[in-house]
């Protein structure tokens, strides 16, 4: 991304490509199965499903039609589209979010760094789900390695993004990314032999209703958004590159399709596993860390499977810290006029600072409690649950309530296109009522407001 001049995406498939680039990442392969996990599995999967296809779809609408309307950042779409009124204060909602999410992020990138090196060497010959179960554990909770490694992640995201390297990174992953996809559906083989199949698949595809509580119904709805990298305006910066012929709805609907996808892929890869092994679902964090190495270290050629699959999932992690990232570089640049050095500096610099907080927060910092949660998860927790769908609920409202009709009825229909009007009447409904509720009434149940 590159402000000031303003490029567009060449090709259909470069759209799709960096979308479904930026929404996948950790958010399918790590956070998905570990929320699913200790939100007691199928019925959180079905949760997720509605809040991505019914909430989430129509919300990245919503980002689409500001994005390539006002061909801005988030700041100087808000500000042309309503000058002078309180809706640009999504914004700051927008940028405080989206540097927690790169803190904790890091650390996680961090361990996949770790486990490539791991990996190269068959972790120390260690071979045992208990072994490798325990080596996780000391490692994530030792203080000086994590920390090193979340700081070397921060680093390689701000040269990349000083030297405004994206095209290469991007080229780079358009290849490696089909390759991840290959590698998931192989080992979705693995584990559909393993011995504790059944009871996995069961786990995460049979829902258990009398598990859902409103803290699953918050939780599923933080990870649809986290997992679409949606209501923090990433999404408005993305679409403000698209041209016009590119279709909203229909570049929607595949990233989520295909977001939803790498997730289930992720469930169906860890949860046999788990129960094979004889593992905990409800782990937390640590818990794909935990489980994967014991599959590669279960196969044949495991060392060069286990090195490319964490090379590659770093390789995820990258191109969307990167997005992430961008949002407040931009902000930086254009409101205070800083060079783009300084910007970037400026938010890798915090980045650093509170990625090291919760790296340390698995170790020595662990008795630090944030509302009774270590400032890791705190930071999860407040920025995926609540700032990210307030987020998503200001955008929907000020789309729904606000943006002029003719200007959503032209974003989504285009010249190209059939005049599906009956659509447009479904999305704005969506927009509304439909989003706006749910998301209120998930807080005040989920946060036991009421
Ligand atoms: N969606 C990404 C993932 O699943 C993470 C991400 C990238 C994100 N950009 C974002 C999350 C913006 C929230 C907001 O890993």
């Known amino acids: ?38 939100h007691g599995g199928g019925a959180f999967l079905l949760i997720d499903l509605f809040f991505i296809f019914i909430i989430g779809v129509p919300v990245v609408c919503a980002e689409f039609i500001i994005g ?40 996680v990138a ?29 490692y994530a909770s ?29 080229k780079m992953s358009n290849i490696l990314m089909p390759m991840l996809f290959i590698i998931l559906i192989i080992f979705v083989a693995n584990s559909l032999m393993m011995p504790g199949a059944a009871e996995g698949l069961k786990f995460l595809f049979m829902p258990d ?20 990298s949606l209501g923090l305006g990433c999404l408005i910066t993305y679409s403000s590159y698209f041209t016009k012929s590119t279709p909203l709805v229909r570049t929607a609907f595949i ?25 905990e679902p409800a782990a937390g964090p640590k818990l794909v860390f935990e489980v994967l190495p014991s599959i590669f ?27 992430m990232a961008e949002i407040s570089i931009a902000y930086f640049t254009e409101e205070f006029r800083l060079s783009r050095r300084t910007s970037t500096a400026l938010t890798i610099g915090i980045a650093m600072f509170l990625g090291t907080l919760c790296a340390l927060s698995f170790g020595s910092l662990n008795w630090l409690k944030v509302f009774g949660m270590t400032i890791f998860n705190f930071f999860d927790y407040f920025s995926s649950n609540i700032l ?5 609920m200001i955008i929907s409202l000020f789309v729904g309530w606000i943006l002029d009709r003719g200007i959503i009825r032209r974003e989504l229909l285009g010249s190209r296109q059939i005049r599906n009007t009956f659509n447009v009447s479904i999305i704005v409904f969506c927009l509304r009522w439909l989003a706006p509720v749910c998301i209120g009434l998930v807080f005040i149940f989920g946060l036991g407001i009421f």
């Open 255 to 279: 990233t989520a399709g295909l977001d939803t996808f790498v997730a289930i892929l992720a469930g169906i890869i860890i949860f046999p596993a788990v129960f094979t092994f004889g593992q």
């Open 209 to 228: 209703f009398s598990k859902v509580t409103p803290t699953v119904v918050l939780s599923a709805m933080g990870q649809a958004f986290f997992s679409l």
């Open 142 to 170: 030792s203080d000086i390695g994590p920390v090193i490694w979340t700081l070397v992640f921060l680093a390689a995201n701000y040269i990349i993004l000083v030297r405004g390297v994206q095209k290469g990174i991007e």
């Open 388 to 392: 990210l769908p307030v987020g998503g």
């Open 297 to 323: 270290m279960h196969i044949g050629g495991g060392v060069f499977w286990s090195t490319l699959f964490f090379f590659l999932l770093f390789l995820a992690s990258i191109t969307s810290t990167i997005s």
């Open 68 to 107: 390539r309307h006002t061909g801005s950042n988030i700041r100087g779409a808000f500000r042309s589209l309503a000058p002078g009124k309180a809706w640009g204060w999504v914004s700051y909602i927008g940028i405080t979010a989206s540097i927690l999410i790169l803190s904790f992020y890091s650390v």
């Open 1 to 38: 991304m590159n402000n000031g001049q303003r490029t567009q995406f060449a090709t259909r498939l470069g759209v799709i490509a960096t979308t479904v680039g930026s929404a996948v990442g950790l958010g399918n392969i790590w956070r998905f199965p570990y929320e699913a996990g200790v």
């Open 110 to 138: 961090g361990w996949t760094l770790e486990y490539t090196r791991r990996s190269v060497s068959g972790f120390g010959g260690i071979t045992t789900p208990e072994g490798l179960h325990d080596q996780f554990d000391t």
